[in-house]
């Protein structure tokens, strides 16, 4: 069945990096755009970011741009999201997400189970 | 701040009809996406376009818009119902993207 699975995520300090993914599962993974979608604690979704299916395009949320980096790789079905700078503000649960076909760019089908990531000293 | 604007709590008696609300200038051009969460769980996609239903999602789930209004219609609400519910568009750049900040359906 169509599937993603992030990991990746845990308890970094303020100012350093860490790397998540997301690996699908189930479909043609080349074939779809991705988003980065995150969810503070008790707070509403917040996009991060998107790639299109060849890479070709990236766009950013203005809260991560600079900081967070969207990328993906084809042959191995995976997605990643290069977060760096982190601050406390970027405590949530990241979700992956696949890009609709016929939702436009900004619409999400499938959904991943997400990732926690804590910013904290 | 979004650029899309819901209620944050909506109310609906079992088994009625309840209509959960998404405003943004981008919604005159652009149709909204609507998803379903539950705590602890990941979002669910459930309505997009002009009124369109994903594979499995019940019938009693219903899209219209309007102007700068999108909405998500439930008719016959059920107790599996409860949850948050979000919309989503493009931001007025658009090449964001956008999420409403979530309507909290509770049913009674």
């Known amino acids: 069945q169509v599937q993603l699975v992030e990991s990746g995520g845990g308890v970094v300090q303020p100012g350093r990096s860490l790397r998540l993914s997301c690996v699908a599962s189930?479909?043609?993974?080349?074939?779809?755009?991705m988003h980065w979608v995150r969810q503070a604690p008790g707070k509403g979704l917040e996009w991060v970011a998107v790639?299109?299916?060849?890479?070709?395009?990236?766009y950013s949320a203005d809260l991560v741009k600079g900081r967070f980096t969207i990328s993906r790789d084809n042959s191995k079905n995976t997605l990643y999201l290069q977060m760096s700078g982190l601050r406390a503000e970027d405590t949530a649960v990241y979700y992956c997400?696949?890009?609709?076909?016929?939702?436009?760019?900004?619409?999400?089908?499938?959904w991943g189970q997400g990732t926690t990531v804590t910013v904290s000293s | 701040s979004s650029e899309l604007t819901q209620d944050p709590a909506v109310s609906v008696a079992l088994g009625q009809t309840v209509r959960i609300t998404c405003q943004g200038d981008?919604?005159?051009?652009?149709?909204a996406n609507w998803y379903q969460q539950k705590p602890g769980q990941a979002p669910l996609f459930v309505m997009y376009?002009?009124?369109k239903r994903p594979s499995g999602i019940p019938e009693r789930f219903s899209g219209s818009s309007s102007g700068n209004t999108a909405s998500l219609t439930i008719t016959g609400a059920q107790a599996e119902d409860e949850a948050d519910y979000y919309c989503?568009?493009?931001?007025?750049?658009?090449?964001?993207?956008?999420f409403g900040g979530g309507t909290k359906l509770t049913v009674l």
């Open positions: 997400a696949r890009m609709g076909t016929m939702t436009g760019f900004y619409g999400m089908d499938v």
């Open positions: 189930g479909f043609s993974f080349t074939t779809y755009g």
């Open positions: 790639i299109w299916y060849d890479g070709t395009n990236r």
């Open positions: 981008s919604l005159r051009s652009y149709y």
């Open positions: 376009g002009k009124n």
């Open positions: 989503n568009s493009r931001d007025s750049s658009g090449n964001h993207v956008v």
